[in-house]
């Protein structure tokens, strides 16, 4: 079964952290809709910490932070779906994700738990099912209670322009 694969792909579920039938993901919160990434990509999750704003980044690029002595740039994914802003709280987080090779920050209102589904409780994306592009979706898990958005990261920052202003920005930052 494949039904987490980008169209042409045939490594769909393989690339989402499967262990024979089950999903390892991390689920967090933005606005009322709850998201999940796949483990492997997601490094630490760290309170919210001063972000230095970098002149000319996209506006969803937050700025760049301090990580143990390492610059990493750190993106609002609020603003990167075109969400309502709002202001951080005790619960915000920066998950520090490797897309693609790069390290990154991405701000997410709360993360929710470390959450393992079985694969066959995802069902590829039905059309308009967000408010956010469904490139970026890998599917739809159903819970008993709820549905959860699994992201596909790659696809969301992985672009290869997107790639390069985010490594200039850290550049930026360092100068």
Known sequence: MDALAAPGSHEGTKQLGVVGEILQLVTFTLGNEEYAVDILKVQEINRMKEITRVPNSPPYVEGVINLRGKVIPVVSLRKKFGLPERENDEQ?????????GIT????????????????????????MASNISSEFIRGIAKMEDRLIIL?????????????????????????
């Open 151 to 175: 992201l596909d990261m790659d696809r969301l920052i992985g672009k290869s322009e997107e790639n390069a202003m985010i490594e200039t920005v850290a550049k930026k930052a360092i100068a």
């Open 104 to 127: 990154m920050g991405l701000v997410v209102d709360s993360v929710s738990e470390v959450l393992r589904i079985p694969a066959s409780t995802v069902e590829p994306t039905p059309p």
């Open 92 to 100: 915000s987080r920066i998950m520090i994700m490797d897309i693609q």
